[in-house]
């Protein structure tokens, strides 16, 4: 599976506690606080979901934009532009 | 009415094979993967390419990479084109460039073929979205501490507190919490290294005083591991698992020590997220606690004791932390208000000290009864310096290793904190 933008944007919406919150199109708008990323917690297993979807490929932890202001758009983003 | 629908039937198996008849039609974007070797997908719309193909042929693609805009190309070679499902061509590469991640490269891609117009097809990586740090800006990376939102537990937290009068010495009272949880895990563990610490001095000290010392009632300190189980099961998001090896409780005011190993399960609910502002969350566990008393004291607020029984330590150990905010509005991550709850109880399998202090008469048994802690606290953070809040705090309980007495225990003041943002995890549980 290549790691397009439409792919990446699914691996962040389904890695969200509320992934069926998220409406397509609105992914410049939806923050991931909206889908249920409140805080730290659910930022580590948010992580650790991204990191178990796109394996055999690999990402640091740190590399992928977790923080509850951040939009589906651009986590999505950094796991498209980080994983090796 | 049966002829009708026979019509239609046709048509659409009519237009379904002219849609299939569409000639190949080279797309506009190129997509970079990090696999090694190097690949590219070079997207297509309508029919694939049939074998024969000039799209298929490798000495068709001219690929360069460039490590800056305004750098020379270096030339790539195509040494395999194959279809990629139904929109996609796959351009193997040879030699692969040196570098760990090919998506920060520029890259030109270009057919050319006799007997079809050329096409090029670039691709400019994204702006380095995480070049940089800060605290603020989403887009960065964030430094190794930042001030703590209204919606995070405080990794690294200072509480203090001042108390003079006539008749008395000053008493000062500290409370000390620490964590660090490394961002990356042991390899091919999955468990992530943390070292963890927790100071109380003084929380228990009543006025008059006459004498001011620095005695720790409580000091824990761990090395812990803690590995992420994402499975979800109804409202359960997952489970993390921590294990502390070893631990060590002391106290300095009435000198005793333990060193315990512990192993906890946390439940890792969804969060309650009904408004765009109000969200809670609550995360319980529960866990056991074994180990062995390495010293204790003979007397107790001179009040001799005997406790040469007390040897291992064998607890349950189970908890909960909770947490309701409000958040603003337009940004979660501004901080107006919050209240969180800590509870954990230990509960001795084995005879333990139980040191209670009430008017001024200390009281010491060994017995297996349940060791309450109960910490609760309302936050409000400076919206221009958030390393700064105003904060209330309630205590109440036994803390190990003596589990001496705080009864109902309330400070009021300010409160310098920041949160570890290098982890991308989460804190221990202490």
Not at chain 2, 43 to 72: C, H, I
Not at chain 2, 259 to 276: G, M, R, Y
Not at chain 2, 301 to 308: E, G, K
């Amino acid at each position: 599976m290549p790691l397009t933008s439409s792919f990446c944007e699914h691996v962040v919406v389904n890695a969200t506690p509320f992934p069926s919150r998220f409406e397509p199109g609105t992914a410049a708008q939806t923050t991931l606080f909206t889908l249920g990323v409140v805080d730290n917690v659910m930022a580590a297993h948010f992580v650790h979901s991204i990191k178990n979807a796109i394996a055999p490929l690999s990402i640091d932890n740190e590399d992928i934009l977790s923080s509850a202001d951040t939009t589906v758009q651009a986590a999505a983003d950094s796991v498209q532009q980080n994983a090796f | 009415m049966r002829s009708n629908v026979l019509i239609l039937v046709v048509l659409f198996g009519c237009s379904l094979q002219l849609a299939a008849q569409k000639p190949f039609a080279m797309g506009n974007s190129v997509v970079v993967n990090n696999t090694q070797p190097v690949t590219l997908d070079v997207d297509f719309s309508n029919a694939p390419p049939v074998t024969g193909s000039p799209y298929l042929v490798e000495t068709n693609w001219k690929v360069q990479w460039r490590a800056n805009a305004d750098d020379m190309g270096n030339d790539v070679l195509v040494v395999e084109v194959t279809v990629d499902g139904t929109s996609h061509l796959k351009l193997r590469l040879a030699p692969t460039p040196q570098v760990t991640n090919a998506k920060k490269l520029f890259w030109s891609v270009l057919f050319r073929a006799d007997t079809l117009p050329f096409a090029l097809i670039n691709f400019t990586p994204k702006p380095a979205a995480n070049a940089g740090h800060s605290c603020t800006d989403k887009m960065k990376k964030k430094p190794a501490l930042c001030p703590p939102g209204p919606k995070d537990t405080p990794d690294i937290s200072l509480i203090g507190s001042f108390l003079a009068g006539g008749g008395t010495n000053p008493i000062y009272s500290l409370d000390f919490t620490g964590g660090y949880i490394f961002s990356n895990p042991i390899p091919g563990s999955g468990l992530y290294p943390a070292l963890t610490g927790k100071v109380e001095i003084n929380q228990d000290t009543k006025p008059p005083n006459n004498r001011t010392r620095f005695d720790p009632d409580s000091i824990t300190a761990a090395f812990a591991l803690t590995k992420y189980d994402d499975r979800r099961v109804g409202i359960l998001r997952g489970m993390r698992y921590q294990f502390q090896v070893p631990t060590g409780e002391l106290s300095r005011s009435d000198p005793s020590s333990n060193v315990t190993t512990a192993a906890l399960a946390i439940f890792d609910f969804n969060p309650w997220l009904q408004s765009p502002r109000w969200f809670g969350t609550f995360y319980p566990f529960v866990g056991m606690e074994a180990g062995r008393n390495l010293n204790r004291p003979s007397v107790i607020d001179q009040t001799p004791v005997d406790l040469s029984h007390f040897k291992s330590i064998v607890r349950g150990y189970i908890g909960a932390d909770t947490i309701l905010a409000y958040v603003d509005e337009n940004d979660p991550t501004t901080n107006l208000f919050s209240i969180g709850a800590t509870y954990r109880v230990r509960l001795p399998a084995v005879d333990e000290p139980f040191v209670e202090t009430l008017h001024q008469v200390t009281t010491i048994d060994l017995t297996t009864k349940a060791r309450h802690w109960v910490e609760a606290d309302v936050n409000y953070t400076l919206p221009k310096w958030k390393y700064l809040s105003f904060t209330a705090t309630y205590q109440y309980g036994d803390l190990p290793p003596l589990f001496s007495f705080v009864n109902h225990k309330v400070t009021i003041g300010l409160n310098l904190q920041a949160v570890q943002t290098s982890k991308g995890l989460t804190k221990l549980v202490q």
